[in-house]
């Protein structure tokens, strides 16, 4: 039975609970693969290899650095999950900031507390398999790889925008016919429009698309009322690290 | 047996919590000279970062400090700015709030009852393992699990990191029609949450009574989750708003979680504190439960939080069907808010106990500065302690089992590190 095993570096662990979440699926998946390290899970760790890792979170302190060098090593495909893994997360607003005076904004004795100047990505450490976007990613897009993996095909992930998810879903836009601010042509397809669904606009969490086309959605977002300090949180919140332009 | 008089006990990553800490023990001739739950999670800065954002953002912002309980996370922060704005949201508005935290309870308790606390009790490393011998208890777990999860996608839009929750309500909110196959789900729920308590109360159990002081809101009526004013066992109360005269952190060398103490005492929150301060709340079906399982109107055995949990899952699942049962859609699906320069405390109930936000925002409705305090960084100095009895008392177990045992004492809290981590700012250094 191929071996799993299901990292965390900085990150909420909600990534994660997505593998908890397919609650229909956990006990059949169990039977084809064996979970050799799952910290959240199981109190067993086994040692590598591994045939397949899964990995959350950012790289943040100099102690996950070493870390990812040697999960890289142990396994033979690296499946990394979800905005902080893909493009450092939101903790990567400290890449434009001053990580030590952020550090004493929280803390009393900043000298005792070990992180880097910047969050970054995984992809930025060692070479990656599979990425899986999202904050929090998809659980369909979840059991997709893990399928795929199984069954030693390509997996299945489009890396289109929101609005070919929204369309499908057969709903209104929300920018063109609301007026309201919706990142979701630039922004990468998975969640199922969810945002849209509920009468609000995309916000990014999925990242950048492939190839975005931010500056013809900019004056789109400022005829629909967004002005310059807006445009640029938006842009600057759970992948801010990204290249969205 | 061995008895041993030194002894060191480390364990290097807890397994089955949310996040990353170790546990350091060590006793000197017998005596338990230290106890450290040592949090190395990473640092965040999320209190740093939200300076200068606007005013509407900290519901999605800060759900991402925890992936387990999001919806905790929006409504202390709604609530905290809804206060700085003036505006209070209630009626319907205030009901389906409600329901979406019931939903976050019910999946984070039987999250932790069933997949990562109860192996502790029938000697699984993990759920998945006990699923081999007791399938069907997982596999009612799991469904119950889902129950939970279902409220927060039909309400929240996702389980994890919800989406449809604002600053004054939500984007949209459902038809009644729309909530009619949650109903459907949580009648059966209700059966597997009892039939939880049922399985749970059998187990065995050390016997402890913690003397910490308890804290937990109450509210005017009804089991506290989305509103209350804290509560504390020593028959103290005060307006959320005083929180920080109360709660001080302070930072300890050995965690990246501060430590908090209550009027410079030791104390807990979260399950055990909500139940001994509100048992008189809970519904008949889920006091009945309780009285069944063995719980008076006190419970002070961190042991069996694993109980109340479950009791607690029972009194969600009702409240949900009572929300459904008497729902009426809204003309509008939030409360306008405008920001004006102020200051705004809020305080709800997170599965694993009271969370607190406070955040002072600029009449443009720029935050200007932002303070959380977890439930997690409030319950380490317990931890710590109920581990020191554990060990003192348990000193002929071996290694092994001891570590077991000490494992399990931290599991009793349902500690969230990715939560406790990188927090707080009434900070007072501690050497």
């Known amino acids: 039975m191929p071996t799993i095993a299901v990292w965390k570096f900085t990150s909420c662990d909600g990534c994660q609970l997505t593998l908890l979440d397919c609650e229909d699926e956990l006990l059949p ?88 100047a910047t969050s970054t990505p995984i992809s930025a ?36 925008s929101v609005c ?40 990014g969490c999925f990242g950048p698309m492939n190839r975005p086309n931010v500056p013809a959605l900019v004056p789109l977002l400022r005829r629909s009322g967004m002005g310059d300090d807006e445009l640029h949180l938006v842009f600057r919140t759970f992948n801010a690290n990204a290249e969205w332009s | 047996m061995t008895h041993r008089a030194n002894r060191t006990l480390q364990v290097a990553g807890l397994a089955r919590v949310e996040g990353e800490g170790a546990l350091h023990v060590r006793t000197v001739d017998g005596e338990v000279d230290r106890v450290e739950l040592n949090i190395y999670e990473p640092p965040r ?39 700085a704005c003036g505006v209070r949201v209630d009626g319907q508005l205030r009901a389906l709030r409600r329901l979406l935290y019931c939903g976050e309870w019910i999946s984070s308790h039987t999250l932790h009852i069933c997949l990562l606390h109860a192996p502790d009790f029938l000697g699984f490393p993990d759920g998945i393992a006990m699923a ?81 002081d308890l804290m937990a809101l109450r509210d005017t009526d009804g089991y506290p989750i989305d509103l209350g004013t804290p509560h504390v066992s020593t028959g103290l109360t005060f307006p959320v708003a005083a929180f920080g005269d109360h709660v001080v952190e302070h930072q300890v060398a050995h965690s990246t979680a501060l430590h908090a103490r209550l009027d410079d005492r030791m104390f807990l929150v979260g399950p055990l504190a909500r139940y001994s301060l509100n048992s008189d709340r809970l519904s008949p079906v889920a006091r009945e439960a309780a009285t069944a399982a063995g719980l008076g109107a006190v419970c002070r055995n961190p042991f069996r939080s694993i109980v109340v949990r479950a009791v607690e899952v029972v009194y969600a699942v009702e409240e949900a069907l009572r929300i459904i049962s008497s729902y009426e859609r809204p003309d509008r699906p939030f409360v306008e808010v405008s920001p004006r320069a102020g ?45 020191t009895w554990v060990v003192r008392s348990h000193q002929h177990l071996d290694d092994h089992a001891l570590q077991s045992l000490c494992e399990q004492t931290i599991r009793n809290y349902d500690p969230c590190i990715s939560c406790s981590a990188h927090f707080l700012d009434f900070t007072r250094d501690h050497s």
Not at chain 1, 127 to 155: M, S
Request: hydrophobic residues 40%; aromatic residues 6%; glycine residues 10%.
């Open chain 1, 125 to 160: 450490h060692v070479t990656v398999d599979h990425e899986l976007r999202g904050c929090p990613i998809d659980k369909g897009q979840l059991l997709e790889v893990l399928t795929a993996l199984l069954a030693g095909r390509a997996p299945d992930l489009p890396d289109t």
């Open chain 2, 132 to 212: 081999g011998a007791h399938r069907e208890l997982v596999e009612r777990g799991l469904a119950l699990k889902k129950a939970g999860n279902q409220i927060m996608d039909t309400i929240g839009g996702r389980a994890i990191h919800p989406v449809n929750v604002r600053v004054g309500g939500f984007y949209r909110v459902p038809t009644p029609e729309e909530l009619r196959p949650l109903a459907t789900t949580l009648r059966q729920a209700l059966y597997d949450a009892l039939g939880t308590v049922e399985w749970v109360a059998g187990f065995d159990f050390p016997d402890l009574d913690v003397p910490h």
């Open chain 2, 343 to 387: 200051v705004g405390h809020g305080v709800t109930e997170a599965p694993r106990g009271l969370l607190y936000h406070r955040y002072e925002i600029g009449a443009d409705g720029r935050i200007l500065s932002a303070d959380i305090v977890p439930p997690t960084s409030q319950n380490q100095s317990a931890i710590e302690a109920d581990v």
């Open chain 1, 29 to 116: 998946l169990t039977e084809r693969v064996h979970i050799a390290h799952f910290l959240e899970v199981t109190s067993v760790s086994e040692p590598g290899p591994y045939d397949i890792s899964i990995v959350e979170g950012s790289v943040s302190t100099p102690e996950e650095a070493e870390r990812i060098r040697w999960i890289r090593e142990q396994s033979a495909v690296l499946v990394v999950v979800g905005a902080c893994a893909t493009s450092g997360g939101i903790q990567a607003l400290r890449n434009f900031a001053d990580v030590d005076e952020f550090r004493s904004i929280v803390y009393a004795r900043p000298e005792h507390i070990a992180a880097l």
């Open chain 2, 45 to 83: 800065f999320f209190e740093a970062f939200l300076r200068g954002r606007d005013f509407r953002e900290p519901p999605d912002i800060t759900a991402r400090i925890c992936g387990i309980c999001p919806v905790a996370y929006q409504m202390s922060a709604c609530l905290a700015l809804e206060d």
């Open chain 1, 164 to 203: 070919t998810d929204c369309k499908r879903r057969g709903l209104t836009c929300v920018l063109v016919a609301r007026g309201t601010p919706c990142l979701g042509p630039v922004t990468h397809a998975g969640c199922g429009a969810l945002c849209p669904a509920v009468d609000r606009g995309c916000y």
